[in-house]
Structures are given as C-alpha cells and as structure tokens.
Nanobody, 122 residues
Framework: QVHLVESGGGSVQPGGSLRLSCVAS????????LGWIRQSPRQGREGVAT???????TYAAYVKGRFTVSKINANNSLYLQMNALKPEDTALYYC????????????????WGQGTQVTVSS
C-alpha cells in the first residue's frame, strides 16, 4: 500500500511558476515509478512526468522543456517544478505511483494522491 500527499497548488498568471510537492509513504516504494498526472474538463486525464527509482525521467510533449520532475529518496519526496505556465496547464494535479512508468505517462496509476489544483489565468 502506497500513500501519497500533494501540496503546493494555487493560482498564477500565464508565464508564472509553481512548485508541487508530494510525500510518499508505504511499503515497497522502490518497486514503483512515481510521477504526476493531471485532469481537467477540457483535456481529460493526462500523464505529465515520471521518475523511476533508477533511470531517466520522462515528460509528456506538452510540458517538456517547461516542467521538471525530481525527488529526494531520503525522505520519499517528489517535486514538480512548473515554469512558463499556460492557461491550458490548468488542472487538478495528482501525485501517482505505478509499477510501470509507461502507465503513468498514459495517465494510469495504481495509487493516487488527493490532488492539488493549479489554475493559470490572467
């Protein structure tokens, strides 16, 4: 069982930045790929970024070059630095875990956080 708790959402103007945080807990965490998935009425559910226990990060095309995913293994913390935000980035962002990073980038997960709202508007 994996438990995920996000924080750091909010409202920002286009071009602004936000940083999301997530604390993961539970057994077998190293068996899971961690990442971020977002959901909005307009775009539906979309994978955003993934970071495995070991290996390279992956990003969806629509955030690549603007968002950076990172984690600190010592305290099981996951982060998403979001720069150059656009109105279409407005969504509920979920910290998520899955056995395969591929599933996360497809918007599928075994475990979900409660979600944190990001709103980009002028």
């Amino acid at each position: 069982q994996v438990h995920l708790v996000e924080s750091g959402g909010g409202s920002v103007q286009p071009g602004g930045s936000l940083r999301l945080s997530c604390v993961a807990s539970g057994s077998g965490l190293t068996s899971y790929c961690l990442g971020w998935i977002r959901q909005s009425p307009r775009q539906g559910r979309e994978g955003v970024a993934t970071i495995p226990t070991a290996g390279a990060t992956t990003y969806a095309a629509y955030v690549k070059g603007r968002f950076t995913v990172s984690k600190i293994n010592a305290n099981n913390s996951l982060y998403l630095q979001m720069n150059a935000l656009k109105p279409e980035d407005t969504a509920l962002y979920y910290c998520a875990a899955a056995r395969r990073c591929y599933d996360l980038i497809q918007g599928k997960a075994d475990y979900w956080g409660q979600g944190t709202q990001v709103t980009v508007s002028s």
